[in-house]
């Protein structure tokens, strides 16, 4: 890689990205578990999922929107839970 000019990506990290990007695009948790070789789907996003901003960005715009409605509308939506 150094020869070659190429930035040295470790097998951890293009596992771990990986798993992340199949996680992101909605496969379901105990087959990531199973496609790494884990027996624990929990072991799995510990260690190898990692957060996406665009999902985290996504539900600060649901709370942003909440959290702008005024007092009425805040009542209502409270009484329905």
Same mark, same amino acid.
């Given at each position: 890689?150094?020869?070659?000019?190429?930035?040295?990506? #470790?097998?951890?990290?293009? !596992?771990?990205?990986?798993? @992340? *990007?199949? &996680?992101?695009?909605? /496969?379901? =948790?105990?087959? %990531?578990?199973?496609?790494?070789?884990?027996?624990?789907?929990?072991?799995? #996003?510990?260690?190898?999922? !990692?957060?996406?901003?665009? @999902? *985290?960005? &996504?539900?600060?715009? /649901?709370? =942003?929107?909440? %959290?702008?409605?005024?007092?009425?509308?805040?009542?209502?939506?409270?009484? #329905?839970?």
């Amino acid at each position: 890689m150094r020869d070659t000019g190429l930035r040295k990506v #470790r097998l951890y990290s293009a !596992r771990s990205a990986t798993l @992340t *990007l199949l &996680a992101n695009a909605g /496969v379901p =948790d105990q087959v %990531l578990a199973d496609w790494a070789g884990h027996t624990s789907a929990a072991t799995t #996003r510990k260690h190898y999922i !990692r957060k996406n901003p665009k @999902t *985290l960005g &996504a539900a600060r715009d /649901v709370l =942003d929107k909440l %959290l702008s409605l005024d007092a009425a509308v805040r009542n209502d939506l409270r009484s #329905r839970v």
